[in-house]
């Protein structure tokens, strides 16, 4: 009967041909849209170099620490502290998330001067290229990520041994999600840099100074701040959510194996086919909404948000209508754990409805929020930077309790809504905790193609400045922008949202993985016996068939445990820890940029009249040197802080530290993404016409308070959700390590 459940398998590698299938389509599609004037043509094909020679300079950094890594990991497979798949596993889920991020920048570059040309016809023709381009990123992420994953298990299936097989597949896979995390981290951290410094050196001295507009050509950091919206919001941004995506689903089937692991090999396995087969739906209906989006001309930003809600809000139906078919076939309908399970899923689907529309509230400058944030303008730029923290810190109320609300109740969907706190309830509970999360992203081909149609809008706007178009197309692009803003940000609460689901199912899965070291250690013991903790030692069966309720007791994992108590203050203090070598960063790499750009206007003779034309390309440099060097120690630290903490603190200091994480981490970073949003959304309601409208003193505090937010959301918001999962992800790919060698 498994075996005939394997072949469900195939259905999902189908799918993830079927995603990729049609992001090729939609890419060459593209391609055939005129790419406008020469000059257009040109600038498009500066911002196209800048970005691949940035990405090729990132890459070589990465492949360095992916090569050590990979070698640490052999090393321990040949001590039995981790199996000998787990060194490849995690290349393959770094390359294919470099990969997801290369692909959809490259169709990023191609795309922005075709959204311009298309503005200049009318504003759906604009909105259609630039959405059906970014909708290459969604369905190349889902794809790629399907593909892994689906073909890792048809791999794995057939070359590990039957005994206890499915444990150890689903535990070896989530060190693919390693690699894509890792991937991730760097392309979010060095793209964020990049981006940010460019973009605060351009607008500080241009705008505020100078008085010139956005993405004027005479700016000599207006090429770097385009290149920038291409490697951080387009490569990073990619990266980062194909790792989400792939991190949900890999959980869910790591924690299925282990809960159903009582019951049998073919609960098992209909438990590991769930998460993917809701994603593999996911695809199908993320193509039918896709084809869903399109406006009207003179549409205002309201209608224009609908056009988008109309396409996701479609899918995301679709999916939770399906998902009660899906695990009927999967599940059967003999008893009630069909239904039960689909309930978690359409409780993940309502809570990431709900952070959306939240950020959307927030964000947008439709909203009475962001409004406030642009009247408060009138006095100056320090109470735009006061109102846009006060709305950050205000933004983080519903997604907390949406969150909150979402884990209770995907928890008691799961387990039948039984309260006694049972190893079996437990289990099956956390069970719907991880669905609920794979149910959040299961149309991430549309979510994630309305995130990446901001940074192309933004581009295309930049191309029409440059390229000296009619300001009825700047107009439309600005459109295209404010709204890219908006949807960038209720990506980027998607993705932090479904972090804090998925890293509540890794938790339980780190102590799946500390079972599975413990069980080696006892295997390769001669007594036949592994220390679990001080005066416990348990013989390889006995820790086979322990539930989780055992080990929390066996590591005394509690709040009155010091070792729990100093990890969870260490995980928080990571997230701020993190949060500020990122912030800094920004700022050191943002003053050399304003230096250089103060620099050309005074040496430069002609600038200003358009007689002279700046040095781009010492611009990028220094975006391109400063992100590659400030990118390693926080990339670094995130990823030592969980080996360090284990060895010094054990298991319980581990898992006190993913707590604190996760708890500060999901926090800040919606505080962050959402004050971002809000600073950028003020100035452009300025640059509307209101309080004073471009050129403005108003203006000017806005563009201040947008420039504070630019790391923010662009670079230390985005690299939290990341930073949550990737030191989970090592937790549990160092678990063997952790039992082995700790000091308390």
């Not at 381009?133 to 590990?160: K, Q």
């Not at 050196?201 to 705008?207: E, R």
């Not at 209608?303 to 078919?325: C, M, P, Q, Y």
């Not at 069909?338 to 899923?345: A, D, I, M, N």
């Amino acid at each position: 009967m498994e075996e005939n459940l394997v072949k469900y398998v195939w259905i999902v590698f189908c799918a993830s041909i079927i995603a990729l299938g049609f992001a090729f389509f939609f890419y060459r599609r593209m391609l055939k849209e005129d790419e406008g004037t020469p000059t257009m043509r040109e600038i498009a094909s500066h911002v196209r170099k800048g970005a691949m020679a940035y990405l090729k300079q990132q890459y070589k950094v990465v492949c360095i620490v992916f090569v050590i890594l990979a070698v640490l990991f052999f090393i321990m497979s040949l001590f039995d502290l981790q199996n000998g798949w787990v060194w490849f596993a995690f290349l393959t889920g770094g390359f294919f998330s470099g990969l997801a991020g290369f692909l959809g920048m490259k169709t990023a570059t191609y795309a922005s001067a075709r959204t311009a040309n298309g503005a200049r016809q009318s504003l759906n023709k604009g909105l259609q290229v630039a959405f059906r381009s970014g909708a290459v990123m969604g369905l190349t992420v889902v794809g790629l990520a399907l593909l892994d994953v689906s073909v890792w298990f048809l791999i794995l299936n057939y070359f590990i041994p039957e005994t206890n097989h499915l444990v150890i597949i689903t535990t070896t896979m989530l060190t693919f999600g390693m690699g894509a995390s890792t991937q991730a981290l760097f392309a979010r951290v060095g793209g964020g840099i990049y981006t940010k410094a460019a973009d605060v050196g351009a607008d500080l001295v241009g705008k505020t100074e100078f008085n010139i507009p956005e993405d004027d050509p005479r700016n000599p950091a207006t090429i770097a701040d385009n290149v920038g919206d291409n490697v951080g919001d387009v490569a990073g941004m990619g990266a980062d959510l194909y790792e989400s995506y792939a991190g949900s689903i890999l959980s869910t089937m790591a924690l299925g194996a282990a809960a159903f692991a009582s019951i049998g090999a073919e609960m098992q396995m209909k438990s590991i086919l769930a998460p993917m087969m809701i994603a593999a739906v996911g695809v199908i209906l993320s193509v039918i909404g896709i084809f869903i989006v399109r406006t009207k001309e003179e549409a205002n930003m309201t209608e224009l948000l609908k056009a988008l809600s109309r396409g996701t809000n479609t899918a995301a139906i679709l999916i939770a209508v399906a998902t009660f078919a899906i695990f009927a076939l999967v599940f059967g309908t003999q008893d009630n754990m069909w239904w039960h399970v689909s309930l978690s899923v359409v409780v993940g689907l309502l809570a990431g409805v709900i952070i959306g529309k939240s950020t959307e509230y927030y964000t947008s400058q439709s909203f009475k929020p962001t409004q406030k944030v642009a009247e408060a303008s009138q006095t100056g730029p320090a109470t735009v930077i006061i109102s846009g923290i006060g709305l950050g810190m205000i933004s983080t109320v519903i997604p907390v309790l949406t969150i909150g609300v979402a884990i209770i109740l995907a928890f008691l969907c799961a387990n039948g809504f039984q309260i006694a706190f049972t190893p079996e309830n437990l289990s099956l509970g956390l069970y719907g905790i991880g669905i609920a999360a794979v149910g959040m992203l299961s149309t991430l081909g549309i979510t994630l193609a309305t995130d990446a149609y901001g940074p192309i809008a933004d581009n295309a706007g930049g191309n029409a400045e440059m390229s000296g178009l009619d300001p009825e197309v700047r107009k439309r692009t600005d459109a295209l922008d404010a709204l890219g803003n908006t949807t960038a940000a209720t990506g980027k609460g998607f993705a932090i949202g479904s972090a804090a689901l998925t890293a509540l199912a890794l938790l339980a899965s780190y102590v799946e993985e500390i079972k599975m070291a413990l069980v080696r250690i006892a295997e390769g013991a001669s007594n036949g016996m592994a220390q679990v903790a001080e005066g416990v030692e348990k013989t390889a069966e006995e820790l086979a068939s322990a539930n989780l309720i055992d080990f929390m007791s066996w590591y005394n994992v509690s709040l009155m445990n010091p070792k729990v108590l100093v990890g969870v203050f260490i995980g928080s203090m990571m997230a701020f820890l993190f949060c500020g070598l990122t912030m800094n960063a920004v700022g050191r790499a943002a003053q050399k940029m304003v230096e250089e750009v103060r620099r050309q206007f005074r040496e430069i003779k002609g600038i200003l009249t358009g007689e002279g034309t700046p040095d781009y390309a010492r611009c990028v440099a220094i975006s391109t040197k400063g992100a590659q060097r400030e990118m390693l120690l926080p990339s670094i630290l995130a990823i030592l802080a969980p080996i360090l903490t284990g060895v010094i603190l054990g298991v319980a200091g581990v898992l006190g530290l993913l707590v604190g994480g996760l708890g500060a981490g999901f926090v800040l970073a919606i505080f962050m993404a959402n004050s971002g949003g809000a600073w950028d959304n003020a100035k452009k309601y300025v640059e509307e016409g209101n309080f004073g409208g471009k050129g403005s003193d108003n203006h000017k505090a806005t563009v201040v308070g947008d420039t504070v937010g630019d790391p923010f959301k662009d670079t230390s918001g985005p690299s939290l959700n990341i930073l949550i999962k990737l030191m989970s992800m090592v937790s549990i790919v160092m678990a063997g390590l952790t039992v082995a060698v700790h000091l308390l």
